[in-house]
């Protein structure tokens, strides 16, 4: 038997990997605190969780799914995002359904790059935009995301050959890792980047409804004619607690999600229609107040990282958007080696910055997804071994 060249192109899913330790160290009889993953810990909805039991009893549902999306679910999306951004869509022609975004970013990737082809993709990031880049055998040129420049890439860096093969660029704010987030004067500038080059600016907007302190988190379609050249993936997972469920969407430009569409129809058959409708319930009925009400739980959360960091010798801003934070490493470790001894002598998983990218080197990213006594606990067992810088 032999695997696919391509294969060889990425390593192995990062958070596989970080499982795997944690799952080795629980093993020994570890009581490992997990703030490696960024997978909400609180349950869904409840609304949402008794409309799915409903819709799943509807033998009409147990049949293939519409290709194109559940209709209802479509239309209550472009809904949001006309109450919520101020955006009009087609909910017909300008929103796809997906099974979660991180399918809709790696078919995107099948859509627009071809062998040779170049994806510029910011560093450190969500693993997928790169390993999918190169599984289609594309490069992906990196566009470093650095603390002195908050966190938003130089665009006009990118070299004139590189501009010239590019066909995608991918971004995404508020930001995994860094927890930054963008205004729209930035994303302003990235849509004229886009439409200079002819490239399609992919903009995930996982962690849009993630903020704090008063900061709201736009969406690229908010820039006046970004639908020429933009599309962005919009995901249920993060805000409303269900990332278990797959469903998201990208909206915007109607070419781009044509294309979309054609590889996601040879490739898959979408979402169980009962779990879309559960979708469409959560999107419906009082999004905003669990939204709020979930931010508030990660801003606790945040202000007690912050100050049991601070103890520490960390003087951070505090994020205002996702629900991590990236954290500089103390002197004399790198990433691997202070996420290595967290866990062998503290029981914290946390992913090494590198994971993300080489310039995520010198950071460790801390996923606030557990309840308060856990992580008073782990920043506690973290006292005993470390100081910064
Ligand atoms: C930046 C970013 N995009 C996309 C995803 C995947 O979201 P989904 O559950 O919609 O596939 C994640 C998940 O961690 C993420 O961090």
């Known amino acids: 038997m032999r695997t696919a060249e391509r294969l060889n192109s990425i390593g192995p899913y990062l958070f596989a990997e970080l499982d795997s330790r944690r799952q080795q160290a629980v093993a020994r009889g570890v009581d490992i605190i997990n703030l490696g993953?960024?997978?909400p810990d609180r349950p869904s909805p409840e609304h949402v969780v008794r409309r799915l039991c409903r819709e799943a009893h509807d033998p009409r549902h147990h049949r293939y799914p519409p290709y194109d999306g559940l209709a209802a679910l479509r239309q209550a999306l472009a809904g949001w995002y006309a109450q919520r951004f101020g955006v009009d869509l087609d909910p017909d022609a300008e929103v796809r359904v997906l099974i979660g975004s991180k399918e809709g970013l790696s078919h995107l990737?099948?859509?627009f790059v071809d062998p040779g082809d170049v994806a510029l993709v910011p560093d450190p990031a969500y693993p997928v935009y790169r390993a999918q880049t190169l599984l289609c055998g594309g490069a992906a040129h990196p566009l470093p995301l650095k603390a002195e420049r908050d966190f938003l890439p130089d665009l006009e860096a990118v070299p004139e050959a590189v501009r010239a093969k590019a066909t995608i660029m991918f971004l995404n704010y508020p930001n995994?890792?860094?927890a930054a987030t963008a205004d729209l004067g930035f994303f302003e500038r990235a849509v004229a980047f886009c439409r200079r080059h002819d490239l399609l600016l992919c903009h995930d907007a996982a962690y849009v409804e993630m903020t704090y302190d008063g900061c709201v988190a736009p969406s690229v379609l908010q820039v006046p004619g970004a639908r020429d050249v933009a599309v962005e993936t919009y995901s249920l997972s993060k805000p409303f607690n269900m990332t278990g469920w797959r469903v998201a969407f990208a909206v915007g430009n109607r070419q781009a999600l044509q294309a979309l569409h054609r590889v996601k129809?040879?490739?898959?058959?979408?979402?169980f229609t009962a779990v879309q409708a559960a979708g469409e319930e959560a999107l419906r009925n009082h999004p905003r107040e669990f939204i709020?009400?979930?931010n508030a739980v990660y801003q606790r959360r945040r202000d007690l990282a912050l100050e049991a960091l601070e103890a520490l010798g960390w003087r951070l801003p505090a994020p205002r958007g996702t629900f991590y934070v990236w954290l500089p490493v103390p002197r004399n470790y790198n990433s691997l080696s202070f996420a290595g001894m967290l866990l062998e002598k503290a029981g914290v998983l946390v992913s090494p910055g590198s994971a993300f990218g080489r310039h995520g080197e010198g950071y460790v990213r801390l996923s606030l997804t557990v309840d308060e006594d856990r992580l008073v606990e782990a920043l506690s067992r973290m006292r005993a071994h470390v100081r910064y810088p």
């Open 265 to 271: 129809t040879n490739t898959d058959s979408g979402q």
């Open 292 to 294: 709020e009400r979930m």
């Open 109 to 111: 990737c099948w859509a």
């Open 176 to 178: 995994n890792p860094t």
């Open 37 to 39: 993953v960024g997978d």
